[in-house]
């Protein structure tokens, strides 16, 4: 047996705020690890493996200055995006 439920969810202002950034930051290091991992296959380069993804996406890009704001996201945004 299959039961399936409908959830609505009205966010206040600043819920809203808050869940567009985080999904802002999930998109942007998903974008950026799927990019990488293209340029590996492109380059016959060897796949990168996730923990190295997490290594380069995350820890070493919130040291560069264009990605200084991913420190101020939620962990839990970032902490893997491109796993499914």
Known sequence: MQLRFNYRVYPT??????????????RVVFNDGLRLRRQARDA???YISDSELSRRLITEAKLTPERAWLARCPPWC??????T
């Open 13 to 26: 202002p600043g819920q809203q705020i808050e869940l567009a950034r985080a999904f802002g930051c999930a």
């Open 44 to 46: 016959h380069e060897k």
């Open 78 to 83: 970032y902490s893997r995006p491109w796993r």
